[in-house]
């Protein structure tokens, strides 16, 4: 059993959705969801508890945060930040189990979400026309805006062949591969 | 929850069980897993248990019930069997047909008195302890009504029946089948039958002639109102239910039990049925519940996680699957 530890329902979602096109079992894996990603950072959650007490059925963990903008009251924010501390979680964790991560941000490893990391892979048609719309609102957008407004109702019309999913691919496999 | 329900359980070398600890139930307890992981071996584990905490009669007529389903004794370890029979011992039985029992525990030897023949057989020395237990529990069988484990062959439908009558509830089972299927509008036993009057053929049907879901419903029903303040093991308890009436069996099951003060455990294999139980639980708001899942861990070992109700909606919200791992 693998245990996916995510911020929200639409990690889960998109999780999912990617699992199955790598053809991976559902019941090969469960979801926590810690509802935001500062929950994730308290070692004193009941879900961590919760997973400790079942360290026995749990073969591996993986964990997905969102590096946040510097602008977002979030207080770990940033990639090379969220990084650090997450490093500094899996230690204090102790689990003796492989865990892995993957930040969800923007194509320069800086700052964004799951929505950012999503957009990314947008052909560049689509990319203009994201960016002349901003241009052209004025106001701030942020990439959960954009990515609510005009791709979920699609539900992840992304190519999940695009090289910017080819990392954390490359990591879902490993996480399931027979020891 | 009452002081008599079972809150957990510490099975050690009973069947697949090495050494198994569960805790955290509730009074009314759904048990999911794939197949071969321990269900039905934890609940009769429970139903033992239960047994053995009332009386060292009902704990024979629980060993004759699970053996006579299961045929366990055969691989019931022998010594866990004895020890057992050590701790229920000194026993004296006194049976319907005449015969008694005397079961003795003297000088660091099991003693076993049958008064058929007068003779005294020394468990110490025969070295095979199961076999005398299974004679034992053979001489039992005419006292072992007191089965908590509900099933629908027709003898034990009418024993149900019979405590319906002496509760003075066949109005209200009348009322309560009618609601799961509406051409039913009454129950009896006629001519030692037990017989559904049918509302649009105006006249008593064997329940023979009926499927499953209404004997299953009627033996339910009665159970939960016939083991007032005790405990019930259901074994797929989806059997012969169609899924769009689960809601009604759930309704059911956690009123009566909440009412009747009766723990249930219950053991399934259809994602329906647990879904149903999760929806009717919050629905009446009752937190007694349980639901537990049983997989084998990465060791090899039997493994139950009970959730609360609170983990347990909290797991099928997120749409992970709780029938094992």
Redesign the interface.
């Known amino acids: 059993?693998v245990i996916f530890i995510v911020e929200g329902i639409t990690d889960?979602e998109f999780f999912?959705d990617f699992l199955n096109s790598l053809n991976i079992e559902?019941?090969k894996y469960?979801?926590?969801?810690f509802e935001g990603k500062d929950n994730i950072f308290k070692l004193s959650h009941f879900l961590y508890d919760?997973i400790e007490k079942?360290l026995?059925?749990v073969?591996k963990i993986f964990i997905a945060v969102d590096a946040d903008d510097p602008k977002d009251e979030c207080p770990i924010r940033g990639y090379k930040k969220t990084e650090e501390k997450l490093k500094e979680l899996i230690e204090n964790l102790a689990f003796e189990l492989p865990i892995d991560y993957f930040i969800f941000s923007d194509k320069n490893r800086e700052t964004g979400y799951l929505e950012s990391f999503l957009l990314s892979v947008l052909d560049n048609e689509q990319q203009e026309c994201i960016e002349q719309f901003r241009d052209c609102y004025q106001y701030e957008l942020n990439d959960k805006w954009v990515f609510n407004s005009f791709y979920k109702q699609k539900k992840y019309p992304f190519d999940y062949n695009h090289p910017n999913f080819n990392e954390l691919k490359q990591k879902l496999t490993n996480l399931f591969k027979e020891e | 929850m009452s002081e008599h329900f079972i809150k957990e359980i510490e099975i050690k070398d009973y069947k697949l069980f090495k050494d198994f600890k569960a805790e955290g139930f509730g009074r009314v307890n759904l048990i999911g897993g794939k197949n071969n992981v321990g269900k039905t071996a934890f609940m009769e584990a429970c139903f033992l248990t239960d047994a053995l905490s009332k009386s060292s009669i009902n704990f024979i007529s629980a060993l004759f019930t699970v053996e006579s389903t299961r045929k366990i004794l055969t691989d019931l370890n022998q010594k866990v069997l004895y020890d057992i029979l050590k701790r229920i011992a000194p026993l004296k039985l006194q049976l319907n047909n005449g015969y008694k029992v005397e079961l003795k525990y003297e000088d660091n030897r099991l003693k076993l008195n049958l008064t058929t023949n007068e003779e005294t057989i020394d468990l110490d020395n025969m070295g095979k302890p199961e076999l005398y237990v299974k004679l034992l529990v053979s001489f039992i069988t005419s006292n072992s009504i007191n089965c908590s484990q509900i099933n629908t062959n027709e003898d034990f439908l009418n024993i149900l029946y019979d405590g319906v009558k002496k509760l003075r509830k066949r109005e209200e089972l009348n009322l309560i089948i009618n609601r799961f299927d509406k051409d039913i509008i009454e129950i009896d036993i006629i001519e030692n039958n037990f017989q559904l009057y049918s509302k649009s053929r105006k006249k008593w049907i064997s329940i023979t002639e009926y499927g499953d879901g209404v004997k299953y419903y009627i033996a339910y029903i009665s159970a939960i109102w016939s083991f007032r303040n005790n405990i019930i093991f259901i074994d797929e308890i989806e059997n012969g239910i169609h899924y769009t009436n689960f809601d009604k069996l759930w309704e059911l099951i956690l009123t009566l039990s909440k009412e009747q003060n009766v723990q249930v455990f219950a053991t399934t294999h259809s994602k329906e049925c647990i879904e149903s139980y999760a929806r009717v639980a919050k629905k009446l708001e009752d937190k007694e519940i349980a639901f537990i899942e049983m997989?084998i861990?990465?060791?090899n070992?039997p493994?139950a996680?009970v959730m609360d109700s609170e983990?347990f909606f909290r797991e099928l919200e997120?749409?992970?699957?709780v029938r094992?791992?």
Request: hydrophobic share 20%; proline share 0%.
């Open positions: 059993m889960k999912e559902k019941t469960e979801f926590k969801i919760e079942e026995d059925i073969e | 997989g861990n990465k060791y070992k493994r996680i983990r997120t749409g992970n699957e094992g791992w």
